[in-house]
């Protein structure tokens, strides 16, 4: 078994320039056995219920996760699996769906900006504001409901759009929020499969939505506008992790391990009591144990 940071550094793009989506295979699970696997994610998961305790008393640092993929990559049953051991009080879960009246009526950023984590929590964003160079680029017509300045529309919208979440994740950064951006990489042999388990195993039914056939028409599209939005984003600040996804087994371990990477490099530690609180203490301890303590 490789160790955590051997296994999720094969996965991990801090400098986009050369990115190619097709130097990543979607089946690839590191020459890692399944039993393997569920025997480390349940230490990660336990690693991380530990970091996430100490995350939240220090309440200094706080962590953003990105869940972007195609439709059944994968996304919610990472966020059930991997985060199964986190303190619900530390953790918050936000799904980006299309934007309501509201939300257009406001920058593309801004409902994102709601939804960050506060100081000792960790948020997961199930999509986020990547798919405003997603679907929106995969779906130009969009554009159009954004209510935005046509003079400010031009052939450079990418670009600007790529530029401006570069700088917000740098903000981020520096003022204690560190972004992970996961892309879980499904082929799109994959994904027929898990749209036909959906459509023949009653119990699944109720994840179908045609509406995800119809996107799959576009798939070609969507990966050359992840291949550019990889390209344009990934900085050591805010990396992208391009975990293989056709194994869900493995898409677990993997962000499991750079989970657990991530709160390990902010060396979190408890606070540290000093001389007046441990008085204090102590005042109690002598109370607690005395003779009319009961």
Not at 65 to 91: E, F, R, T, W, Y
Not at 96 to 119: C, I, M, Q
Not at 197 to 221: H, M, T
Request: hydrophobic residues 40%.
């Amino acid at each position: 078994m490789a160790k955590p940071g051997k296994l999720t550094s094969a996965y991990r793009v801090e400098q986009g320039k050369d990115f190619r989506l097709k130097d990543f295979d979607p089946s690839d699970t590191g020459k890692i056995g399944r039993e393997d696997a569920a025997a480390h994610l349940e230490k990660g998961v336990a690693r991380l219920r530990e970091m996430q305790d100490k995350l939240y008393a220090q309440d200094q640092w706080a962590v953003l996760l990105i869940l972007q993929g195609m439709d059944a990559s994968g996304k919610d049953g990472v966020v059930k699996h991997v985060m199964s051991g986190v303190n619900p009080q530390g953790c918050r879960v936000d799904s980006f769906k299309a934007p309501s009246t509201e939300e257009l009526n406001h920058d593309y950023l801004w409902r994102a900006v709601r939804a960050l984590p506060g100081r000792g929590r960790i948020g997961i964003f199930n999509r986020s504001y990547y798919e405003e160079v997603l679907v929106v680029r995969v779906h130009p017509e969009v554009l159009n409901n954004e209510k935005i300045p046509p003079l400010l529309v031009t052939k450079k919208t990418w670009d600007h759009r790529f530029e401006d979440i570069c700088a917000y994740e740098r903000y981020l950064w520096r003022n204690g929020i560190v972004v992970r951006k996961f892309f879980l990489n499904l082929s799109k042999k994959e994904q027929k499969k898990r749209f036909l388990a959906r459509l023949e195993e009653p119990k699944k039914n109720w994840k179908f939505s045609a509406a995800d056939v119809r996107e799959r028409q576009c798939w070609d599209d969507y990966m050359e506008a992840y291949q550019d939005m990889i390209r344009n984003t990934a900085t050591d600040y805010a990396p992208w992790y391009v975990v293989p996804a056709d194994n869900k087994w493995f898409t677990r371990l993997v962000v499991a391990a750079a989970v657990v990477e991530t709160l390990e490099d902010l060396k979190l530690t408890y606070p540290e009591v000093d001389g007046e609180k441990r008085k204090e203490l102590e005042a109690a301890r002598r109370m607690l144990l005395g003779k009319n303590a009961g």
